[in-house]
């Protein structure tokens, strides 16, 4: 159990790449798996782990995220010490109420940092989904003497990307960090960061006071980029299934790959159960005639059409005569009679009336923005 770590998860990436996907809500918050939001995984590896104290640093567009984390409850992390602790912005003599980078936000919430009677800092973001937990990380982290401790896996499979904070690592047979690059046009390594490291609190606390006092706002290009050959950073390999969510393609591809028995049964491991907000509904509702076949489906969800090939979240209702395939609808979205979808995204609330005809394609879903009508 890893009683001398505590966990600091920011979620305040902005990614345009996501389109109508995170414009009312933090990537953290989105839907993913047919019932879970992305910031549940990062949350139970901790949780797993032995980790008792997690603060959340929220940015913008994080109501969604504060009404789903609650007390933290789900997470066995609403206690009357330590705990979930939900950090977001205010205005002070120093800051506006918005951050800068995430050097700004992890000097905001300094003061949480310097509660923690922890040693160790299990420091994430919450745009790249995995499940594992953290002690062979934190183990090596000691053996080593290491300053920061990176998790990376092997990236076989290079596309050029928009600039996202995609962070690769060159190392040495010790695992020690000997280069690095930030949003390479072709990076020189297959080593890629998952975006979680380890590191002490003091040394959080020198790094980022340091960068904060000279104006520099990203963690990862003004503090890793500048420093790593001072400190002592190592790496340590995750093996398992990893889903990052850099564009709305990412969240297409990641969630049909759930349909993959594998890649399910590493992400919703039964020996490290993914937790998330629990909500009490019947049972998902299949009506005579109605055609169900390899899908996700979450409970509330009333089926009279056909469904192939798709993921539904909680009360999504599919009437007689709609056809949905190789598509993701989220919460309370309604398909009505003779409506065709066909590689579509639809965010929550959307309805879509009799008749209409939706169709994309593997490169490019279609999607469809929260509460709209079609």
């Known amino acids: 159990m890893l009683s001398n770590a ?9 990614n345009p790449h996501m389109r109508d ?26 949780v797993h782990s032995g980790v008792s104290s997690v603060g959340v640093i929220a940015q913008r567009n994080y109501h969604s995220l504060m009404d789903h984390l609650g007390s933290g409850k789900e997470w066995d992390l609403h206690r009357k010490r330590e705990g979930l602790f939900i950090l977001p912005p205010f205005m002070t003599k120093d800051t506006a109420g918005m951050y800068r980078g995430s050097v700004d936000a992890f000097h905001s919430v300094m003061g949480y940092v310097r509660r923690c009677p922890q040693e160790y800092c299990i420091l994430s973001g919450t745009h790249i989904i995995f499940n594992t937990t953290f002690h062979d990380m934190v183990r090596q982290h000691e053996e080593t003497g290491a300053d920061i401790t990176i998790m990376y896996r092997r990236e076989n499979h290079f596309i ?3 600039e996202n904070n995609n962070l690769y690592i060159t190392m040495d047979e010790t695992s ?8 390479p046009y072709k990076p020189t390594s297959v080593y890629k960061s998952c975006n979680c490291m380890v590191l002490s609190k003091r040394l959080l606390e020198y790094l980022v006071e340091e960068a904060y006092s000279r104006g520099e706002c990203d963690f990862s290009r003004d503090v890793l ?3 790593f050959r001072s400190l002592k950073v190592y790496g340590w390999k995750y093996n398992g299934y990893v889903a990052e969510l850099n564009s709305v393609n990412d969240y297409y591809k990641h969630s049909m790959a759930l349909f993959k028995p594998d890649i399910r ?24 005639g109605a055609s169900v076949r390899n899908s996700l489906l979450a409970d509330g969800c009333d089926i009279g059409g056909s469904v192939s090939n798709s993921i539904l979240f909680r009360g999504v209702i599919v009437e007689k005569g709609a056809v949905v395939r190789d598509s993701i609808l989220m919460q309370g979205v309604h398909v009505k009679a003779g409506s065709v979808l066909d590689h579509v995204i639809l965010d929550k609330g ?14 490019f879903p279609i999607v469809i923005k929260k509460n709209a009508e079609v």
């Not at 960090?177 to 949003?183: F, K, P, R, S, T």
């Not at 020996?271 to 009506?287: L, Q, W």
């Not at 959307?350 to 490169?363: K, Q």
């Open 6 to 14: 505590f966990g600091l998860i920011y979620t305040g990436e902005a």
């Open 21 to 46: 996907l995170t414009t009312s809500r933090a990537v953290a918050a989105l839907p993913f798996g047919s019932r879970y939001r992305v910031i549940d995984f990062i949350l139970s590896n901790l």
């Open 160 to 162: 050029p990307e928009e």
């Open 176 to 183: 020690r960090v000997i280069d690095m690059e930030l949003d």
């Open 225 to 227: 980029l500048k420093k």
């Open 265 to 288: 049964a590493d992400l919703f491991s039964r020996e490290r159960p993914v937790y998330t907000k629990v909500k009490d509904e019947f049972s998902a509702h299949y009506c005579a």
């Open 350 to 363: 959307v309805t879509i009336h009799e008749g209409r005809n939706l169709s994309g394609y593997d490169g």
